[in-house]
């Protein structure tokens, strides 16, 4: 019973300790969970990532699942976590809201695997 009780208690620390460790205190609720959630349900090993960029004069953020995602793409949402399209995929898109996101400053980044 004290066995299993260790367990849950140290399953429950690492839980809440993902979110306090892996990202900075500015980072928007929204995309603090949706960061928790690429955390916990990507199967990739390696390659996943949350980048914050300054895109046409706002800050986004790039969801990226991984390397393992054949096709796969990237998500881009503002700070209240509205989509504004993706990069990558079967079609290897580039553009945002019509304009490359290649533009986009960097900032930081939030998360990576």
């Not at 429950?12 to 500015?26: G, N, P, Q, R, W």
């Not at 960061?35 to 004069?57: H, M, S, W």
């Amino acid at each position: 019973m004290k066995k299993a009780l260790g367990t849950m208690l140290a399953a429950t620390f690492s839980l809440v300790a993902c979110d306090e460790i892996d990202m900075e205190k500015d980072t928007p609720s929204c995309i603090r969970q949706k960061t928790i959630n690429l955390e916990r349900d990507t199967p990739c090993e390696e390659g996943a990532y949350v980048k914050q960029y300054l895109f046409q004069g706002r800050i986004v953020y790039v969801f990226a699942p991984g390397n393992c995602i054949a096709d796969g793409s990237a998500e881009v949402l503002d700070e209240e976590c509205n989509r504004l399209g993706s990069l990558g995929g079967f079609v290897g898109n580039t553009r945002i809201n019509g304009q490359e996101f290649s533009t986009a400053e960097f900032k930081r980044t939030i998360w990576e695997k």
